[in-house]
């Protein structure tokens, strides 16, 4: 009778995690792995951005890499990369920790420092260079001499503007991230410390930047990707000068493509910046992958 009354076994219900997944996926493929695939064939192509396009070899290739102006264009775009990242992360994290506060008041300079990056990188870079203008500028109005300079005339001077305007734009993000991250930290560590007498520089040396870890690793690797792709911005404030002083890699492509009309190059320059971007990402993932994927375990 036992036999006669048990139910059968009931089939596992197939996992609906692959299509939930599969939009993304799709948008993925459309938007990111095609468009690559084709600047990678076109790199190796000749084609005036109208004609025809003819296979053309390595010839684009060697144009890019025996130009004398790619080492020059790739040492300014490590160097945009490296000093906004140094500018960035300590205020992004300085900034998140103090608007993690539950003050009303935090809360709403948090949304006051959000709204840069609700604005346009060219918007903002057509203000401030309106702003930085010598004659008709804001130092000019206010009869500054400080701020009369020919900021945008100087190498240095025009190499520290797009840093700081690039600083003041995506800081309200990174910050956004870091407030997040410190939301996150149990508050019962801070607890312990205040207990054991520790001061707030102590619990935010001890607890806070460790407990940031992988906090600053998404952030760094965010900042560094995205400088890669810094444009719009230097292209309205400098146009890559004064010279050579803020030609980045990006502008390199703008003018390969669009002004000189050789798409293979451009097309070859954009693959050095994904490369680039790419071994960066690894780079940093790597330093702690590991540690964050066996966290994330222990945390399951």
């Given at each position: ?29 459309c938007f990111a792995v095609i468009p690559l695939v084709g600047v990678f064939v ?110 945008l005339g100087r190498p240095g001077l025009a190499f520290g503007v797009i840093v ?49 870890k992988y906090t600053i690793i998404t952030s760094s690797t965010l900042m560094v ?76």
């Amino acid at each position: 009778m036992s036999a006669l009354t048990s139910h059968p076994p009931r089939r596992q219900p197939r996992s609906i995690l692959p299509w939930l997944a599969a939009p993304a996926l799709v948008v993925f493929v459309c938007f990111a792995v095609i468009p690559l695939v084709g600047v990678f064939v076109l790199s190796f192509t000749t084609w005036d951005g109208i004609g025809a396009i003819h296979a053309s070899g390595l010839t684009s290739w060697r144009t890019v890499l025996t130009n004398p102006g790619l080492p020059h264009a790739l040492w300014v775009t490590f160097l945009v990369m490296i000093v906004s990242w140094a500018v960035q992360t300590p205020l992004s994290i300085l900034l998140g920790t103090f608007l993690a506060g539950r003050q009303r008041y935090r809360a709403v300079l948090g949304v006051v420092y959000f709204v840069p990056l609700l604005l346009s990188s060219a918007a903002i870079a057509v203000a401030y260079k309106a702003l930085l203008d010598p004659n008709f500028g804001l130092g000019a109005g206010l009869k500054i001499k400080v701020l009369s300079q020919d900021w945008l005339g100087r190498p240095g001077l025009a190499f520290g503007v797009i840093v700081f305007v690039v600083s003041w734009q995506f800081i309200p993000f990174h910050s956004l991230i870091y407030q997040g991250g410190v939301q996150q930290i149990p508050k019962s560590l801070y607890e312990a410390a205040q207990l054991d007498g520790a001061g707030r520089i102590r619990q935010f040396s001890s607890i806070t930047l460790p407990q940031l870890k992988y906090t600053i690793i998404t952030s760094s690797t965010l900042m560094v990707v995205g400088s890669l792709t810094f444009f719009d911005l230097i292209w309205v404030l400098t146009e890559g000068g004064p010279g050579d002083a803020t030609r980045v890699l990006a502008l390199d492509m703008y003018k390969q493509g669009w002004r000189a009309s050789q798409m293979g190059p451009a097309s070859a320059i954009a693959v050095i910046l994904v490369l680039v971007g790419l071994a960066l990402a690894l780079l940093l993932r790597r330093l702690g992958g590991r540690d964050a994927g066996e966290s994330q375990l222990e945390g399951a």
